[in-house]
């Protein structure tokens, strides 16, 4: 990743603090990118942000049950129209349900359901988790993917969004199966990345400058 100093602030950004995330890093690549970023464990700043990020390591069942006391922000700010960016465990989350939950013999917990579907563990001779540089297909247009198609980013998961609607998928990549490594709901301001853009250099930069000036719209 390049060293370059961040732009100048163009959009605010509310980064989720719940107890679950690189939000360091997350900071400063949203910083590098032109937002200015508040790290925040209060829901109701959440309406006062241009928009929201969502970042998580983790199993999916402790990344719903911390993130519970925002969960009606965050379904409120998604209905609003405010764009809210999910990353990793953060992207899981936006959906109905995980199958990891499932093999913990924890049975079903719910996510936020902002795109319907569940998430899958990988099953094959590949290696799991999925840790490393992997390459997106972009499947269609979304301003999150501007100027990006066939560049790499990196990964580490062992489960993979399953949307219902099979055009919720932006971008794809191939790990044993083809699996969605960004999705977004119908109206385009609730998405989500698989793989970490804060760790994925210049093309990771690119789609955080991508979901800046989105919020600035």
């Known amino acids: 990743m390049s060293t370059g100093h961040a732009q100048q602030a163009t959009a605010s950004v509310a980064v989720v603090d719940y107890g679950l995330g690189n939000l360091r890093s997350v900071t400063r690549g949203l910083e590098r990118a032109g937002a200015s970023v508040d790290v925040s464990d209060d829901p109701a700043e959440f309406t006062t942000a241009d928009g929201i990020v969502l970042p998580g390591v983790g199993a999916f069942r402790e990344g719903v049950e911390n993130a519970g006391p925002y969960r009606e922000a965050l379904l409120e700010a998604a209905d609003d129209g405010t764009p809210v960016f999910g990353i990793c465990l953060g992207m899981q989350m936006l959906l109905t349900t995980s199958e990891e939950a499932d093999r913990a013999g924890e049975g079903e917990v719910e996510g936020l359901d902002l795109i319907p579907g569940r998430n899958r563990r990988f099953t094959g001779d590949m290696k799991v988790p999925h840790m490393g540089w992997n390459e997106l297909a972009v499947e269609r247009d979304h301003p999150l993917v501007d100027g990006v198609n066939g560049e790499y980013a990196y ?63």
């Open 155 to 217: 990964f580490v998961h062992s489960y993979y969004a399953a949307p219902d609607d099979e055009g919720a998928t932006v971008a794809s990549t191939e790990y044993g199966t083809r699996f969605p490594s960004i999705v977004a709901d119908e109206s385009g301001t609730v998405f989500g990345t698989q793989f970490h853009p804060e760790k994925s250099g210049e093309t990771g930069l690119r789609i955080l400058r991508n979901f800046v000036t989105l919020c600035d719209e």
